[in-house]
């Protein structure tokens, strides 16, 4: 059992920011499901875990209960709810990072999530169909993963998965056909919220994708509160005051690795000219990116 638990801790501290997503949400899980099972047990009422955990409906309740917005796409309660938002966060996460790093799935991730909690919480206070439900409470990590199969999906369009049954398909399509199913069950009496949350999601996940074509990275302030809230923990748990140095970092990480993806494109689409046309039919520029790139 010893030899388990320190395999499971190897491959969270070893895996990249996708596994440890994934480990986060299964930790959770059995965390809530082993406290249920002792309340159950030992007859202990009054206590309900989800409701210090979910995001609700009520604004003032959120205000109440702040970190919620956060916490609740941690969440699951029931087995095929956690079992297919992984497997869709899997699939969809490794082709998300073949293109981005894990910082910038991280941080999709939460803008995903509280952009699904956002227009889930203004939803159900101004549609009159929604307001006639009362106060709720919603949970999962759809809005979150829908935010990576979206930013996927509109980024790399052309992407092709091989499914059982249907063959190669576009991502796109997938995505596509994903985001009807939810736009078709806004009337779900079973669970409207959490089809708000998949198309708040999702719209994030798009905006994001389109936004980084065009040189913008949407996440960015994500990952500044996400280093900065790191590096407080790190302070903390050393016991050691943050050293001044005069060093001056001019790039976040965010930036130079999006700069690093835009180079590699270019020389990329050098290459692809010089394949076709010859070394003669580029330019000087282009010549002298491509020479300044093999010297790297």
Known sequence: MADFIDAIKHKYKTGDVLIKLIFINIL???????????????????????????????????????????????VHEGFLHILFNLLWLYWFGRIFMQYFTGRTLGSLYILGGLSGALLYIVAFNTIPYYIDMGNNWMIGASASVMAIVMAAAFYRPDFRLNLFLLGRIKIIYIALFAFALDFLSLDSVSNPGGHIAHIGGAVSGYIFAVQYKKGKDITLWVSKIIDKLANLFKRKKSGKKKMKVSHRRFESDSDYNYRKHKEQEEIDAILDKLKKSGYNRLTEEEKRKLFNAGKK
């Open 28 to 74: 959770v899980f059995l965390f809530i499901k082993i406290t249920g099972i002792f309340l159950t047990l030992f007859k202990i009422g009054g206590f309900d875990i989800l409701a210090y955990l979910a995001v609700p409906s009520d604004p003032l309740e959120c205000v109440k209960h702040f970190w919620t917005p956060i916490t609740y796409m941690f």
